[in-house]
């Protein structure tokens, strides 16, 4: 029996380089396509084009082959130092966009069967996100829409636009809002790393007593899914008749505060947090996971401390090396 043919798009980042992986696992036969190839480990993929989905003639080719399952989570993003300062708003919404339009209409002309959108916890409104203690992620509540940032408001265009290659062409659409996917071989430094990395990072490089830095009070909160429990997610979505769109995230909420406390502890290591002025985002989020346990039967099974346990070690192995 042949082999289902994927194409992962932004397989050269984390949760691509992760995604190729677990299909590799389930058999399949795998093409990964991004500007880079991943930056920690080698490609699994069992073909790797580095191109640039901006470009519609590279869209057309690798949908190519046979290619059966697209999983389309190439994407200008990163942290809040990216995403909230406001700088980067045109590139950031310009480059998805363009993205998507190319591969959604590669993948229509092409025939594929399913395609999969990463779309994120950033479409949700500002205004249900006010209080860090009880923020509204209901995947109903994201209309009438209003975004903290472009990047959100780029996210939830595509997601009606997929939606509607859906309607119109009859396509297998499935969509998932990500809610701060963490764990080994995500960015880590250089600006566009999430929290749960930059304080690994800044742990790892502080020594014993020193300080690091903290946008905001550090009360504002957040909830963070471990990258192993989001391909489990991702992977029952694809196989259901489920289109979403639905939030793969956990429903267990830290103050920021309080991660850079859990990353001390793991570390063994106590420094000080010096609080500064900064992009912040949203005060509160968090997952609401009730559909997705009602459609697809899913939950997270590894707890925030247990996913910091292995992301911490592989950082500081990471601040080693660049140290030497």
């Known amino acids: 029996m042949s082999k289902k043919r994927a194409l992962v798009c932004g397989a050269g980042g984390f949760i691509g380089g992760h995604l190729v992986r677990r299909l590799k696992s389930e058999g399949y036969w795998v093409r990964g396509v991004d500007l880079k190839y991943p930056e920690f480990s080698p490609t699994q993929a069992d073909d790797f084009i580095q191109a ?91 209309y009438p829409a209003g975004p903290d940032s472009e990047y959100g408001w780029e996210k939830l265009f595509s997601e009606r636009l997929y939606l509607s290659y859906m309607r119109n062409y009859g396509m297998e659409v499935h969509i998932a809002r990500f809610h701060n996917i963490f764990g080994p071989e995500g960015t880590w430094t250089g600006g566009k790393e999430k929290s749960p990395a930059a304080f690994c990072r800044k742990v790892a490089e502080t020594p014993v007593g020193g300080e690091i830095e903290m946008w905001g009070d ?13 391909l489990e997610g991702v992977r029952r979505l694809m196989e259901s008749n489920f289109e979403g769109p639905v939030n793969i995230g956990s429903e267990e909420m830290v103050s920021i505060n309080r991660l850079a406390e859990m990353v001390m ?39 925030l401390y247990k996913g910091l346990c292995k992301t911490y070690p592989w950082i500081k192995e990471q601040v080693e090396l660049l140290s030497k």
């Open 52 to 142: 640039d989905l901006r470009n519609a003639t590279v869209a057309e080719v690798v949908v190519k082959g046979g290619i059966e399952e697209v999983y389309q989570l190439a994407a200008d993003m990163g942290g809040a130092g990216y995403i909230f300062t406001g700088d980067h708003d045109a590139v950031v919404m310009h480059n998805s966009a363009t993205i998507n339009l190319n591969m959604l209409e590669a993948s229509r002309l092409a025939g594929v069967k399913k395609i999969f959108y990463s779309s994120s916890a950033c479409i949700y409104p500002e205004y249900n996100q006010m209080d860090p203690d009880n923020p509204n992620c209901e995947e109903s509540s994201a």
């Open 218 to 230: 550090g009360k504002q909160t957040r909830s963070f899914l471990y990258i192993d429990d989001c």
């Open 265 to 303: 502890e793991i570390a063994a290591k106590e420094v000080t947090i010096k609080h500064i002025p900064g992009p912040l985002g949203v005060r509160g989020r968090r997952s609401d996971n009730n559909l997705i346990g009602v459609r697809l039967g899913w939950k997270p099974s590894e707890l």
